[in-house]
C-alpha cells in the first residue's frame, strides 16, 4: 500500500475507464532513474563520473531504451489479474477518492445494509 507516500485514498473512478499497470515491479520509478530529465543533463564529465556513461548521447539513449523497456510492458485489462503490490494507473474522466483511513467505517456501514 502507498502508506508511505503519505494520504492514502481509494479511487472509484465514475463510468468508463481504463487501468494501466507495470508488472515487474510494485513502483514503476523503479525502473525509471530519478535524474531521467535528460535536458538538464549538459556536463560530460559530471555525467561520466555519476552516470557511469562515455557520453551524453550514449547516456540519452540509454535511458530512453529503459523508458520505452517500461512502456512497452505495461498491461491493460480487467483489475482482477492485477499481482499485489502492484502500482495502477488509471485513465477516467471523473472519480470518486475516499480517504483510506475510513475504510473500517464504510465497511461497517455496509453491513448494516
Not at 494520504?7 to 525502473?31: Q, R, T
Not at 557520453?55 to 540509454?62: A, E, G, L, N, V
Not at 517500461?70 to 491493460?76: E, K
Not at 499485489?84 to 480517504?99: A, D, G, R, W
Request: hydrophobic fraction near 35%; proline fraction near 5%; aromatic fraction near 12%.
Amino acid at each position: 500500500m502507498a502508506k508511505g507516500f503519505g494520504n492514502v485514498y481509494i479511487l472509484f473512478p465514475i463510468g468508463k475507464f481504463k487501468a494501466v499497470w507495470y508488472p515487474h515491479a510494485e513502483d514503476i520509478m523503479d525502473k525509471i532513474p530519478y535524474w531521467a530529465d535528460i535536458k538538464d543533463i549538459n556536463d560530460e564529465e559530471e555525467l561520466k563520473r555519476g552516470m557511469g556513461s562515455d557520453s551524453i548521447d550514449d547516456f540519452r539513449d540509454t535511458l530512453k531504451s529503459k523508458i520505452q523497456d517500461v512502456i512497452d510492458n505495461c498491461v491493460t485489462g480487467p483489475l482482477y489479474n492485477i499481482p499485489p503490490k502492484t502500482e495502477i494507473m488509471i485513465n477516467c474522466i471523473s472519480y470518486y477518492l475516499v480517504s483510506y483511513r475510513l475504510i473500517d467505517d464504510i465497511r461497517e456501514k455496509m453491513d448494516e445494509i
